[in-house]
């Protein structure tokens, strides 16, 4: 729907450009017969639709996509904690949520990401970002 909207826009720019050329080059009289012809375009506005934004994701949404990204653990469950249970250093838990971040195409900043040690801790982060789809 977008891609046709912004043909006909592009469409009706174009079209009102050649009109306003075409009409400067000839006589004043007949640009009088012109500007009150039904054919031609008085006023080109483009017909683009606007949409609202789509609604956030859910928490279930959320924890399903964590837990495919930790799917090759044994111990994982919702609450899992990612040192205690899942046996990750520092570094793999760095890389878990940098992850994270890939997946839901946002960015986490260091003193947040600090704070993400288990997968409760990151479906709660993940679902009050907004921007995260």
Do not use: W
């Not at 012109?34 to 789509?54: D, E, G, K, M, V």
């Amino acid at each position: 729907m977008l891609r046709t909207a912004a043909v006909r826009a592009l469409r009706a720019a174009s079209t009102s450009r050649i009109i306003r050329q075409a009409s400067s080059a000839r006589p004043q009289a007949l640009n009088t017969f012109l500007r009150s012809s039904p054919a031609a375009p008085s006023l080109a506005l483009p017909s683009i639709r606007l949409y609202s934004a789509p609604a956030g994701l859910s928490k279930d949404e959320v924890q399903g996509r964590i837990m495919d990204l930790l799917k090759n653990f044994d111990k994982i469950t919702a609450t899992a904690h990612f040192g205690n249970d899942l046996g990750l250093d520092s570094l793999d838990t760095v890389e878990v949520v940098m992850a994270i971040e890939e997946e839901f195409s946002i960015e986490i900043p260091d003193k947040e990401a600090d704070a993400i040690h288990s997968i409760d801790q990151a479906v709660s982060y993940i679902c009050s970002q907004p921007d995260a789809h």
